[in-house]
């Protein structure tokens, strides 16, 4: 299998016939892989923080509790999302990484919304509007690709030049509505000063490899 | 020109319009409600962009969009529902909090009434027969697997729309309609294979018999089948 994608991705060390969806693996890819998958390793064995808040022209400081239920369902949705980050580094199919996305999204939706305060649900709801909404570019970008160049592969479309650069464009546009602005709705609501915090770095570190990724893809497909 | 690159371009220009005016909408918007159902309705613009590739993976691909943007639909309604809850407890708790810059901060929204009586609502008693026969008619008329799903839905519908209103199928009534209906799939089970599928090979210069005797066997096997889900009760 010849490819040019070397120059960007590394060394390409093979990839997986898994039906449609290939995972491959770059140097790139794996280091990704690597990363995600330590993180939601100290996500998983972390313990999260407890907040003590000052009363402002008051004694007295109050220790904002959080039951342990509420904590799991976080972890739990952390941990979904470190996973499906990793396996967005892997994977090999326009389509797949979107659906991928939108996992990631609904993921960091529940890490959100675990926290009980009115401020911060609401910062939820939004951020899963603007999810819902960038659903359109993306998914409809690689619509459009597939429509111009018959695949979704991305060692098929690394192969030969298809001038993309509308649906690319397109294409990065749901990328950020759907992962990279989770980090802004979580800064919004004032996510670091929430209890139990660990939980809610999962959101920028999943985030932030999603972007990188997502550059990497839109630099080899072309 | 066949039809599907015929209509390529409008059905994206369509898709996009859709979206645009969905966009512009939900500017406008006061409600989070609305926005919500908005928000939808772009959804329903992305399945309508990736219809318009018309190839079998564009059909293979609709059904996870579709799954996704429900997925996303349920979880936001669920955040927002809760919010709701959260801020109508803060209400009644009446200690409202001072907030940092607050004359900069966007007004309270308007008040929407959400305490609606949904028992007293007419079209909840009418609409479910209504769209439950519809359903099964148009299931039987497809036949196969795909009216058998069209048809179960219709039954799914019914019966879970009745459990809804307060008058479901009680529990002596599950146990002897739970046998009967999983007998009768079991029965239609042995037509599909046995007899539709294997004469299939069997008698190929039949085809038309057999084809016919295991699409509408396959219909009211999987009908059943998936209709009994609707009597849980859940």
């Known amino acids: 299998m010849s490819l040019n994608i070397d120059s ?20 790139f890819s794996l280091i990704g892989f690597i990363i995600a998958l330590f993180f939601t390793l100290v996500v998983y064995l972390t313990k999260p923080e407890k907040q003590l808040e000052f009363q402002i022209g008051d004694f007295g400081d109050k220790l904002n509790y959080v039951s342990l239920e509420e904590l799991k369902i976080r972890r739990l949705m952390a941990i979904v999302c470190g996973i499906c980050t990793a396996f967005a580094m892997l994977t090999g199919d326009l389509f797949d990484y979107a659906l991928f996305l939108a996992v990631i999204g609904i993921a960091n939706m ?105 550059v990497e893809i839109m630099l080899n497909v072309h | 020109m066949d039809i599907v690159s015929y209509m390529f371009g409008k059905s994206i220009f369509v898709g996009m319009i859709v979206g645009i005016l969905s966009l512009y909408a939900i500017s406008r918007q006061k409600s989070d409600l609305h926005t919500l159902l908005l928000t939808d309705l772009v959804e329903c613009a992305m399945l309508v962009i990736i219809a318009a590739v018309g190839t079998d993976l564009a059909e293979a691909l609709i059904l996870p969009g579709l799954v996704v943007g429900l997925a996303e639909v349920l979880a936001v309604s669920e955040i927002l529902i809760y919010r709701n ?40 008693y009418s609409a479910p027969k209504f769209i439950g026969f519809i359903l099964v008619l148009y299931g039987a008329f497809l036949t196969g697997f795909t009216g058998g799903a069209v048809m179960a839905s219709g039954l799914l519908f019914y019966l879970l729309s009745q459990g809804a209103i307060g008058n479901g199928v009680s529990f002596n009534d599950i146990k002897h309609s739970w046998e009967a209906i999983s007998g009768f799939s079991g029965i239609m089970w042995a037509f599909w294979i046995l007899l539709g599928f294997a004469g299939f090979f069997l008698f190929p210069e039949h085809y038309l018999f057999f084809l016919v005797i295991t699409g509408c066997a396959l219909a009211l096997k999987v009908g059943s089948k998936l209709g009994l889900i609707g009597s849980l009760r859940i």
């Open chain 1, 8 to 27: 960007i991705a590394g060394v390409f060390y093979g990839y997986i016939p898994f039906g449609d969806i290939v995972f491959y693996f770059t140097e």
């Open chain 1, 110 to 214: 529940g890490i959100v919304s675990a926290v009980k305060k009115e401020g911060v649900l609401s910062a939820a709801f939004y951020y899963g509007i603007i999810a819902m909404i960038s659903t359109l570019p993306l998914f409809g970008a690689s619509a459009l690709i597939l429509a111009k160049t018959g695949t979704l592969s991305i060692l098929e479309l690394a192969k030969n030049s298809h001038d993309l650069l509308f649906q690319k464009i397109i294409y990065a546009v749901g990328m950020v509505g759907e992962t990279g602005i989770a980090p802004f709705y979580a800064a919004k609501a004032e996510m670091f000063r929430a209890p139990g915090a660990p939980y809610i770095l999962m959101i920028h570190l999943s985030s932030l490899l999603i972007i990188v990724r997502t």
């Open chain 2, 85 to 124: 809850e959260v801020r109508k407890n803060n209400l009644m708790s009446d200690n409202k909090k001072l907030r940092l810059f607050e004359e900069f901060l966007a007004k309270e929204e308007p008040y929407v009434n959400t305490d609606v009586n949904f028992n007293k609502m007419e079209v909840i």
